[in-house]
Each structure stands twice: as structure tokens, then as C-alpha cells.
């Protein structure tokens, strides 16, 4: 079993609708969760960042962490054209080894006019 | 001006030959990191190194040999290149490591590498 697990889509919505975007894990020691915005042919970059369960709520977007069924979650509200892109997970320890993430294979998100 | 800088942005070279990608941050971050995707879009790390010295080393070829000058620099040198070497390859910084330490790191554009 890989330590994550992300559907990799493609996922196609009309504008507007409400995306939500998910990761399973499977290593429990895993305490910080980020989500990582990809265009294409550029770089990710950090979108959602959270510690340990709950949620974080930045405008449209929502990360949520469920620890107990190690479940990762972003939504975004009112989705646009310009939120078309690969949206990866990623994962990491605290205390030692806490500079290596874990990244899920990435969510490709159509947002369609 | 750019955080992350790796260049150059596209390498389309042939089997056998040997090519450096050259990776700048200018963020005073400690770590820096190499990362490889392959067509499925899978990112996965290569190497890391914290203020020069190697902390992650996963299980790549050794025609790969990362080198850093400097905690600033971190290059990649990969030696009779092959076929399967065609990918996209990211060079990243996180502030620090360790105990607590919140791992953010920063991509740069990506080094799209193609051998023929």
C-alpha cells in the first residue's frame, strides 16, 4: 500500500460548483498535511497547510485532516476557471524525518466556464 | 525575482550524454531538495541536502550526484543518461528541518528533461 493514496481524476466541474479533493494515508505518524496547487507546466505550489486534525479556511479553500481515518480533504467554494490545475497532497513526520514529504500522485481539476 | 531558480527550463539531449541542471535559492533557506515526475505526474524525492550536507539520499541511480557549493546551490549531475531519464525534474527549499519544524517548501519552474 502506498503511504498516499489520490485519485488522480480528471476531475471536471462547471463554475461554480463546489470540488472536493481527498487523500487517504496510511502512516499514522504523519502530523503536518499540506496541499499543493500545480499549473501546468510550472512548479507546485503550497496552497493549504495544517497541523494534525481539524480544519483551515483560507477564502474559497478548505483543508480538513481526519486523523482517525487518516483522511485528507480540500474543498474549494464557488470554483473558477483559474482553479484548473493538479492538486497534490503531501505529507510529513514531526521530529525526525520531518524534511521529507510524502506526496499523493495528484488530483487533475477542470474547471469548465 | 524568483525564489527558486533552476535552469535551464528545458534539456533535450541524447543517450550517453552526461547534463547538469543548476538549481538557485535565494530565500536563506537551509534545505534544498531535487524531486523527480514522471509522465503520470508523480513527484518523487531524489535527493536533500541540509546546509550542504546530504540528509536524504532515496534509491536512484548512481549515474545521479548531486553537488552543493553552497546551502544557496544545489545542482544536479547526471552521468550516461537514459532513456527512462526523461522526465521533469524539481529542484525545492523548506526553511528548516527537524524537531516541530513546519517542512513548507518552495518549487522552482521544473527542468524538463527529454533523451533521445
Known amino acids: 500500500q502506498k503511504e498516499v493514496e489520490q485519485d488522480p481524476g480528471p476531475l471536471s466541474v462547471p463554475e461554480g460548483a463546489i470540488v472536493s479533493l481527498n487523500c487517504t494515508y496510511s502512516?499514522?505518524?504523519?502530523?503536518?498535511f499540506m496541499w499543493y496547487r500545480q499549473y501546468s507546466r510550472k512548479g507546485p505550489e503550497l496552497l493549504m497547510y495544517t497541523y494534525s486534525s481539524g480544519n483551515k479556511e483560507d477564502g474559497r479553500f478548505t483543508a480538513q485532516v481526519d486523523k482517525s481515518s487518516k483522511y485528507i480533504s480540500l474543498f474549494i467554494r464557488d470554483s473558477q476557471p483559474s482553479d484548473s490545475a493538479t492538486y497534490l497532497c503531501?505529507?510529513?513526520?514531526?521530529?525526525?524525518?520531518?524534511?521529507?514529504?510524502?506526496f499523493g500522485k495528484g488530483t487533475k481539476l477542470s474547471v469548465i466556464p | 525575482d524568483t525564489a527558486v531558480s533552476q535552469t535551464p527550463k528545458y534539456l533535450v539531449t541524447q543517450m550517453g550524454n552526461d547534463k547538469s541542471i543548476k538549481c538557485e535559492q535565494n530565500l536563506g533557506h537551509d534545505t534544498m531538495y531535487w524531486y523527480k515526475q514522471d509522465s503520470k505526474k508523480f513527484l518523487k524525492i531524489m535527493f536533500s541536502?541540509?546546509?550542504?550536507?546530504?540528509?536524504i539520499n532515496e534509491t536512484v541511480p548512481n549515474r545521479f550526484s548531486p553537488k552543493s557549493p553552497d546551502k544557496a546551490h544545489l545542482n544536479l549531475h547526471i552521468n550516461s543518461l537514459e532513456l527512462g531519464d526523461s522526465a521533469v525534474y524539481f529542484c525545492?527549499?523548506?526553511?528548516?528541518?527537524?524537531?516541530?519544524?513546519?517542512?513548507?517548501?518552495?518549487f522552482g519552474a521544473g527542468t524538463r528533461l527529454s533523451v533521445l
Open positions: 502512516n499514522s505518524a504523519f502530523q503536518y
Open positions: 541536502y541540509n546546509n550542504k550536507e546530504l540528509i
Open positions: 503531501a505529507t510529513s513526520y514531526s521530529g525526525a524525518g520531518s524534511y521529507q514529504l510524502t
Open positions: 525545492a527549499s523548506s526553511q528548516k528541518t527537524g524537531m516541530g519544524a513546519k517542512n513548507i517548501q518552495y
